[in-house]
Nanobody, 123 residues
């Protein structure tokens, strides 16, 4: 069974950068689309980005031009490079498997969620 573990979160100042990792175990990531989502306190889980098995990518408008998703199948890991971070990016970030193979950024299309990693953007 595929299990995902997120890491790389932390506290960063506005304008700073972080790189999140989503490491898989149990199965190889090669055939799967993987998505990144985030959830701030009191808000719904929000789609951030998705990368298909082909390498094609999708981004939410709020992160376009600032975030970059990538995958390293040899390391069985998907990354989210986050630059020019803003306080409104503060949230718990999750990765998940796209069960509908569409890379549509709606959380009910995804499963096998990781436990999340906290990102806090504050001065």
């Amino acid at each position: 069974q595929l299990q995902l573990v997120e890491s790389g979160g932390g506290l960063v100042q506005p304008g700073g950068s972080l790189r999140l990792s989503c490491a898989a175990s149990g199965l190889t990531l090669d055939p799967y689309n993987i998505g990144w989502f985030r959830q701030a306190p009191g808000k719904e889980r929000e789609g951030v980005s998705c990368i298909k098995s082909t390498g094609n990518t999708t981004y939410a408008d709020s992160v376009k031009g600032r975030f970059t998703i990538s995958r390293d199948n040899a390391k069985n890991t998907v990354y989210l490079q986050m630059n020019s971070l803003k306080p409104e990016d503060t949230a718990v970030y999750y990765c998940a498997v796209d069960e509908f193979r569409l890379c549509v950024l709606r959380h009910h299309f995804f499963g096998s969620w990781g436990q999340g990693t906290q990102v806090t953007v504050s001065s």
